[in-house]
């Protein structure tokens, strides 16, 4: 049972590591975003499960914990990069490629 | 197989069935933070969630998005499911981009469109669309959503990336929100 919840515990911190990867590897914010979000959550649910394993009499605060962040993860991101999205910053493209990035209305002058 | 009435009154009220789902909700909510079944914490996790159902169900207007059916705990179930190895594959994604030295990614903006009309739904599905592989929720407007899309094949249109991103979480969503 301990060897189970080691294997979750590592995984967690595998999974934080690579999401910590991603930022310093990632070229712009969205991609840092995506990255860090995925990882960071995967990798925090894989704690708490490896956490109810060494104290199951936590199980219960744990499934809330879980809950929580899986909803409230993604919204924190997507509610950041909306706010980048709407300031106009444009995210970065395979150098030339097309850029198909659809625009809001106020930005229609790009050139 | 849900009626006209449900169907006018989407977003704007909550009927007595939602008010119930509410209570159930707050009450489960209420035992996991307990973390027993002693009566006592259950009688006073009863009125508690009584009393913020009271006070609470006239702004939780969100949860009219709810389709309340005996198909719907088996639809949510599926979800789970598929969005369980959906967050698992998205790990795995993001793990091979960062750790692959030329870093294989086409990152663009591409919308998608969304045949939910609740407003839970579509947050539901936004969510469910940040933590798959690659993709990444930057706006909602009306009934298209904003994706960041950190692998997009050139000459992406709307109907491709709807297929591609939202159509298989939309499938199940649709079984249990509206």
Known sequence: ?111 | MHTSHAQHHDDETISLPHYFFIYAVLFLFWLLLVGNLRLQEMAAGALVALAVTLAAGPHLSIFSGLRLEAAAPFHLLRYFGYFWAALIRANLDVARRVLSPSLPIRPALVEVRTELKSNLGRLMLANSITLTPGTLSVDLRGDHILVHWIDCPPGTDLEAATREIAAGFEQHLRGFLK
């Open chain 1, 1 to 111: 049972m301990r060897l189970v919840a080691d294997i979750f515990l590592l995984l967690g911190a595998v999974f934080c590591c690579l999401g910590a990867l991603g930022l310093v590897r990632m070229p712009d914010v969205y991609t840092r975003i995506q990255t860090a979000t995925k990882a960071a959550t995967l990798g925090a649910l894989a704690f708490l499960i490896g956490a109810g394993i060494l104290h199951p009499d936590w199980w219960t605060k744990l499934v809330v914990i879980a809950g929580l962040i899986l909803l409230t993860n993604p919204v924190g991101s997507s509610t950041i990069s909306r706010a980048l999205y709407i300031a106009g910053v444009r995210p970065w493209h395979v150098p030339g490629s097309d850029d198909c990035t659809p625009l809001l209305d106020s930005q229609q002058d790009k050139p």
